[in-house]
């Protein structure tokens, strides 16, 4: 006679890692902690994809940190790789070779660039060099000529067919505008003053908004030759740094302030969308090196990647914190994306999109391809993927009830691949299981099909592993036990008998 026992469900994960909350509390669709782990569309778990050198490139010469990484438009069927790495400008073509010219490039892991594509000319600054530079996509780089108007701009952006650049040497509050379709014509008064220093450009559909340390302020156009632009101030926080500020789809825009991530819309607040990671994450990046975070829009997958120092003394950025803006869930009575990651392994100091996907560049003279299939990091380096469920309490926080098993659905692996089981609660350690994930699958007949090729079966698979002990919750927690290979766990089962509610002892008992 088969024993009746209840269940609960944990997954698909759509509500992604909350990590300001006791395990006890985290949702059935949540997760409490992970590490190298991704939310797929269907709320499954996966592993984040390995790295690996860009095009395989030999390294440049030395071990030059890359202040700058770039995927330049030249024209509408011509791209070019830049990257500024060490005191050289480089461009991509079956290798790197260097096109800095005379151009001065100084040094330093700090010195990092923005840039911006001003009609089919790159253009880069970095609040460090006298001069911005640019390059037509042919020949060598040169300085950008700006009437000798300002010298280390930090900030730039190409918005209404002008070049602007803020944060000038000399006047930290000041932005300026060349004239229209001539990037090397600057008016002796084409600058707006902020009254604060300004951090940001970030253009949107109708306005440019400047990031100032008083607050954000738009730019609008006038329609008037003599005063083209009306400043108005928006609102009283803004980002920290322009290379952390990022636009998504309904021209919203993300910035990194130092209690969080937040959202603006347009309106005279800002809104926190970094909640989840409260408490459990936050806490521990080091928010005084904001100012070299940045961020990455990667519009394929609807995420916004985070690059951060996590580590109360950490310098450069070892953290990805993805933020997936298509993926919605309530945090706090708010409707906001969810978050996943942290993606670990490696420091990394730029980060561009090339093809469509993620690049970034390192300490060391290389660029690096985030989205190689091969679960390795530089094809050899295994990390090791992991995730833990929440821990609701079945039946209530007082009700003991006695685990008995979980059954796992997954998607079948064509080769050997496997993961880890463990179960985690007070008075219940469960002994550590190994969950295989390969199908026998099946041949197709060869008269049907000219080989006998091996297919997985379709659909989804499942298969239990015992779970011990009496508690009133218990999390589960996966991880990789295979070198290189992938996974896509989509839910969980627990099965359970209910022991009722035990009566707690008086101390005087």
């Known amino acids: 006679m088969t024993e009746a026992l209840a269940s609960i469900q944990l997954g698909p994960w759509h509500g992604g890692l909350r990590k300001d909350l006791p395990v006890e509390e985290v949702g059935v669709q949540e997760l409490f902690r992970s590490t190298n782990i991704r939310v797929g569309s269907a709320g499954e778990i996966e592993p984040r994809r390995g790295t690996d050198e860009y095009q395989d490139a030999a390294a440049i010469s030395g071990t030059p940190t890359e202040t700058m990484l770039a995927e330049f438009d ?5 791209t070019v790789v830049v990257k500024v790495a060490g005191t050289a400008i480089y461009k991509y073509a079956s290798g790197w070779s260097a096109i800095t010219g005379s151009v001065t490039v100084t040094a330093g892991d700090d010195n990092t660039f923005e840039w911006a594509n001003a009609n089919g000319v790159l253009v880069a600054t970095n609040g460090v060099d006298t001069n911005a530079w640019k390059w037509t996509g042919t020949g060598n780089a040169a300085a950008l000529d700006d009437d000798a108007r300002f010298s280390k701009g930090k900030h730039i952006a190409w918005w209404d067919n002008r070049l602007w ?4 040497d000399g006047a930290t509050g000041q932005l300026w505008r060349s004239d229209t379709a001539d990037i090397e014509t600057w008016g002796a008064t084409s600058y707006y003053n902020f009254g604060g220093i300004v951090l940001g450009i970030v253009p949107a559909q109708n306005v440019l908004i400047v990031h100032t340390s008083i607050g954000m302020f738009s730019l609008a156009p006038t329609g008037s030759a003599t005063e083209p ?4 101030k928006l609102t009283d926080d803004a980002g920290v740094d322009g290379r952390s500020c990022v636009t998504i789809p309904g021209d919203l825009q993300l910035m990194i302030q130092a209690e969080g991530i937040y959202e603006w819309s347009g309106g005279s607040q800002l809104r926190k ?5 409260d408490k459990g994450y936050w806490p521990y990046l080091n928010s005084s090196r904001f100012i070299q975070s940045f961020a990455l829009r990667v519009p394929l997958l609807g995420e916004v990647w985070f690059f ?27 409707d906001v994306g969810i978050w996943y990651g942290p993606y670990t392994g490696w420091e990394r100091n730029t980060a561009a999109l090339i093809d469509g996907k993620v690049h970034a560049g390192d300490f ?10 091969t679960i390795a990091d530089n094809l050899t380096t295994v990390f090791n993927p992991r995730a833990e469920t929440g821990a609701p309490a079945p039946l209530g ?13 997954y998607d079948a692996q064509t080769s050997d691949a496997s993961i880890s089981v463990e179960q985690k609660s007070e008075g219940a350690v469960g002994e550590l299981q190994i969950l295989s994930l390969k199908s026998d699958g099946f041949t197709l007949d060869e008269d049907l099909l000219d080989s006998g090729v091996q297919l997985a079966s379709e659909g989804l698979l499942s298969q239990d592993t015992p779970l011990l002990g009496f508690a009133p919750q218990t999390s589960i927690q996966l991880t990789q036990s295979t070198a290189s290979t992938t996974f896509a766990h989509r839910k969980m089962i627990l099965h359970y008998e209910n022991l009722g509610t035990p009566t707690k002892p008086q101390p005087n008992e």
């Open 74 to 78: 030249v024209t509408a069927t011509t």
């Open 308 to 334: 951060l120092p996590y580590g109360t003394s950490q310098t450069n950025m070892n953290h990805i914190m993805v933020y997936n803006y298509r993926q919605r869930t309530i945090v706090h009575g708010q």
């Open 397 to 409: 926080d007082d009700v003991q009830v006695a685990f008995v098993n979980v059954r796992h659905y």
């Open 364 to 373: 060391d003279g290389k660029t690096w391809d985030h989205d190689d299939e």
């Open 165 to 168: 650049i803020g944060n000038v």
């Open 229 to 232: 632009y009306h400043p108005d």
């Open 273 to 277: 969308i970094s909640d989840a990671l």
